[in-house]
């Protein structure tokens, strides 16, 4: 069974970074494509980025020019690197794990089987 635990959220203001973990525990961190998801308040839950197994990067357009997806293989973590922050990043930031191996799956919320508790990032103006 796969456990993901994001940490790194935050208050911060406009303008600020923040790096988000998420710690990957069960299998390793290259079993699976793994996701960033966003839901903000009263709004859908909405892809940010996902790394594929072997690495490749697939970031949403409405953040690709601010947000970096990595991982660290040998610490079982993924992480997202969030720069130039605004005050409509602010949500609770999820992790999540997918078996499907098509980056054109990425981006659906319902390709992924395996989901972290949510990390809150606020963004102050």
């Known amino acids: 069974q796969v456990q993901l635990v994001e940490s790194g959220g935050g208050l911060v203001q406009a303008g600020g970074s923040l790096r988000l973990s998420c710690a990957v525990s069960?299998?390793?961190?290259?079993?699976?494509?793994m996701g960033w998801f966003r839901q903000g308040p009263g709004k859908e839950r909405e892809f940010v980025a996902a790394?594929?197994?072997?690495?490749?990067?697939y970031p949403a357009d409405s953040v690709k020019a601010r947000f970096t997806i990595s991982r660290d293989i040998t610490k079982n973590t993924v992480f997202l690197q969030m720069d130039s922050l605004q005050p409509e990043d602010t949500a609770v930031y999820y992790c999540?794990?997918?078996?499907?191996?098509?980056?054109?799956?990425?981006?659906?919320?319902?390709?992924?089987?395996?989901w972290g508790q949510g990390t809150q990032v606020t963004v102050s103006s």
């Open positions: 999540a794990a997918t078996t499907y191996t098509s980056s054109g799956a990425y981006q659906s919320k319902y390709n992924y089987a395996y």
């Open positions: 790394i594929s197994r072997t690495g490749g990067i």
């Open positions: 069960g299998r390793t961190v290259d079993s699976y494509a």
